[in-house]
């Protein structure tokens, strides 16, 4: 079958993890975003996690794994997006932004330094972000381990 032939770095799930590399570390997600919000970094930090055992047959490790991730909050902020006739806000938007250090103690060239990711979710300005806040962050944390994942050891 030519369609699958590689160079053992194939997978369905789409990363493109070389056989060499066996181990990864998730290290915990610092803080560092001026507004706080106590339960993102242990959810970015525990999804994130789950992502590689779920996704990879990497060996989740506490230090110096063959892959490691380091990451931290570094932006939370709401801004209004949309203004009615009125010049008030219709709909706010939580933007959540992440930056990581991604290691590759296997193959270098592949590491990356400094790497931002954003993701965000609108809500109706009639609503408190406290009212909302926990449904938001579970869908942003969501689509930032997927783009860390897929920036990081997908083949995208």
Known sequence: MPLL???????????????????????YFEYLAPKVNPSLSNMLTEQMQEKFIKLTKLELVDIDGDLEIIGAVTGYDVKATAITANEQAAQNRLTVTVKI?????????????NKSFSAYQDFDATQSLDAVEATLCEDIVEQLCEDIFNGTVANW
Do not use: D, M, Q
């Open 101 to 113: 250090e991604f290691i590759n103690r296997k193959f270098p060239e592949e590491s990356l330094e």
């Open 5 to 27: 032939h590689s160079c053992g770095i194939y997978s369905f799930t789409g990363t493109s993890i070389a056989p060499e590399v066996k181990t990864v570390t998730v290290n």
